[in-house]
């Protein structure tokens, strides 16, 4: 008993199966990486608000100082 050998219209409808899968993969992948790009905005924010806040903690004493 001889196993078949795959035709070539097996081939190509495993490649068209591993195309469409291949098309959603890449699909999650673009969404990840748009909302994993709003959440390193949203943290660049906080950032720069965390720096406005050290130096605004360390320049009032210093200007209050002065008067």
Do not use: W
Not at 3 to 13: E, G, I, S
Not at 50 to 56: D, S, T
């Amino acid at each position: 008993m001889a196993a078949q050998r795959p035709t070539v219209k097996d081939a190509l409808a495993e490649i068209g199966a591993h195309e469409r899968e291949c098309a959603i993969r890449y699909e999650n992948i673009e969404k990840r990486l748009e909302s994993g790009s709003k959440r390193f905005d949203k943290i660049e924010h906080l950032i720069y608000g965390i720096y406005i806040l050290v130096l605004g903690s360390v320049l009032v004493p210093i200007l209050l100082s002065m008067r």
